[in-house]
């Protein structure tokens, strides 16, 4: 089952210590690619991954990367990639899961989801479900005419 976030039944503020690590919309920045690959290595070890699809250069700078932080330390981040002038998609999210209290992989999405509504985003495609999507306001799934069967929230 395919998903996403509905942004206009979402009301998340932004509330986490955030930078455009690189924006494709503003080609102002470039991503430090040593330190995201990091803490890509650090969430798939923590995840037990036998094996991962690695991140390529250009999956850094062709998409929107936003980089959070603990302490002005870079401790996780989202590639999220612009689709059309209506959907963005979550492309990767990883965290390095030094403190795990901070519920970064909820608290980011969440935080996306101000971001890209601020920006006038109708949608965050998610891709296939997860459990944990069903927790957000807004939450979609969609049927094989692309069209929403369940609606959350």
């Keep these: 089952m395919y998903t ?6 979402s009301s998340y503020k932004v509330t ?3 930078s455009w690590h690189y924006q494709v919309l503003d080609l102002w920045s470039n991503p ?18 036998e094996s991962v699809v690695p991140i390529f250069y250009n999956e850094y700078v ?16 989202s590639i999220m990639r612009i689709l059309d002038d209506s959907n963005v998609e ?6 390095d899961y030094k403190n795990p209290e901070l519920r970064l992989g909820i608290e ?8 890209y509504k ?10 296939e479900a997860q459990e944990y999507f069903k927790q957000f306001d807004g ?5 094989p005419d692309g069209q929403p069967t369940r609606l959350d929230r």
């Design 4 to 9: 996403r976030i509905n942004l206009s039944k």
């Design 90 to 95: 979550a492309v990767q999210f990883a965290w």
């Design 118 to 127: 601020s920006m006038d985003f109708e949608y965050i495609q998610l891709g």
């Design 32 to 49: 430090d690619i040593p330190s995201l690959n990091s803490i890509y290595q650090q969430y798939c070890a923590h995840k037990k991954f």
């Design 16 to 18: 986490l210590d955030w």
């Design 108 to 115: 980011s999405l969440q935080n996306e989801c101000a971001i």
């Design 139 to 143: 939450y979609e799934e969609l049927g």
């Design 62 to 77: 062709d998409n929107d990367v936003i980089g959070y932080y603990h302490n002005k330390e870079l401790v996780a981040f």
